[in-house]
């Protein structure tokens, strides 16, 4: 789980990045990002029900993004507005695959 402070929560900052944000998508996640003015990174993680219509299968794959971007990804980043995308394939993928992914994605985004 991620500090409250690199959380995007709120439906207005959401319904702002879908308007103004900037994608890039990769095998299994895509993101949406865009420049904040707060002094570090909040992201937030949306997994469809198109995805799995089980939530357990959902949260499992909300849990390893997450965990991904806390390790790895969260230092490195400095001021943006993400949210990460799952997109259909990422179902029973390890996590080793989905850090791959984010790491593609968000080099070609030119976050890290």
Do not use: C
């Not at 103004?20 to 992201?43: F, M």
Request: glycine share 8%.
């Amino acid at each position: 789980m991620f500090a409250k402070t690199y959380r995007l929560r709120a439906k207005k900052d959401f319904d702002a990045l879908w308007k103004r944000g900037k994608s890039v998508h990769g095998q299994a996640l895509g993101i949406k990002y865009s420049l904040n003015n707060l002094g570090g990174p909040r992201i937030g993680v949306v997994v469809s029900t198109k995805i799995h219509k089980r939530s357990v299968q959902r949260n499992l794959i909300r849990r390893r993004i997450r965990e991904a971007l806390r390790r790895e990804y969260v230092p490195k980043i400095k001021n943006f507005d993400i949210v990460v995308i799952a997109k259909n394939n990422i179902v029973g993928q390890k996590y080793a695959k989905i850090s791959e992914d984010l790491g593609f994605v968000f080099k070609k985004a030119g976050l890290i």
